[in-house]
């Protein structure tokens, strides 16, 4: 059973470009989690959606980043015009059920650097 | 407002030596689950070892055990004969059985020294 799936590793953009990052979680998980971890920080939550749906965004920032997770295809973390702040790694997780009721698998991430 | 408080931003030992970590956290729910990650320098999130907060008997995983006081908020983690692939940063974390976000301290970087 393949992990959570996260493309691409690593991801350069310039300022004012779009990231695309990608999570496929395990399979049969139907819950997926991304979290933002800054330099030298713990991770911080930013959201947490099922198929179709998102459930709790209260961690993402209220411009320029965006989340989905269609009914087909992995979830993708979008985030617009991209400034030096942006630089991160962005982590994607997966779990079976959600509320607390499971353990969150966690991919490898992406390293996200804005020059 | 819940946090974790991680007070050794860094810790170095000899190797087999035992090292504790040290956790506190703050939450009002009585119903969570506490977590220990490890990332070493490949970045990928490393479950070590998890507790649930119901369970009095402290959680261990071979050469990994907690010492749990739930009365005191308080989680550290003990790594027995301590080797150089213990070498990461450690992150204490934990999650209530009623929200969908884990919380994360900033992490104890740990030099395991041959």
């Known amino acids: 059973n393949a992990g959570v799936m996260q493309n691409p590793r690593h991801l350069v953009r310039r300022r004012g470009q779009e990231a695309r990052l990608r999570c496929s979680p395990m399979k049969g998980h139907s819950h997926v989690y991304w979290y933002r971890q800054l330099p030298e920080e713990g991770l911080k939550f930013m959201v947490y959606?099922?198929?179709?749906?998102?459930?709790?965004e209260s961690g993402m920032p209220k411009e320029r980043f965006s989340a989905e997770f269609p009914k087909e295809g992995p979830s993708i973390l979008r985030i617009q015009q991209v400034v030096r702040g942006d630089s991160a790694a962005y982590f994607c997780?997966?779990?079976?059920?959600?509320?607390?009721?499971?353990?969150?698998?966690f991919g490898p991430g992406t390293r996200l650097t804005v020059t | 407002a819940q946090t974790v408080t991680q007070s050794q931003p860094e810790m170095s030992v000899q190797e087999a030596e035992t090292v504790t970590l040290s956790c506190t956290y703050d939450?009002?729910?009585?119903?969570?689950?506490l977590f220990w990650y490890k990332q070493p320098p490949s970045r990928q999130m490393i479950l070590v070892i998890r507790q649930e907060a119901y369970k009095q008997q402290n959680a261990t995983e071979n050469r990994f055990s907690v010492n749990f006081q739930k009365a005191a908020k308080s989680f550290s983690l003990k790594i027995s004969d301590s080797q150089l692939g213990d070498t990461a940063m450690y992150f204490c974390?934990?999650?209530?059985?009623?929200?969908?976000?884990?919380?994360f301290g900033k992490g104890t970087r740990l030099h395991i020294l041959p």
């Open positions: 939450t009002s729910e009585n119903n969570y689950y």
């Open positions: 959606l099922q198929k179709e749906n998102i459930i709790d």
């Open positions: 974390a934990f999650i209530t059985n009623r929200d969908d976000k884990i919380i």
């Open positions: 997780a997966s779990s079976p059920v959600g509320q607390g009721q499971s353990e969150q698998y």
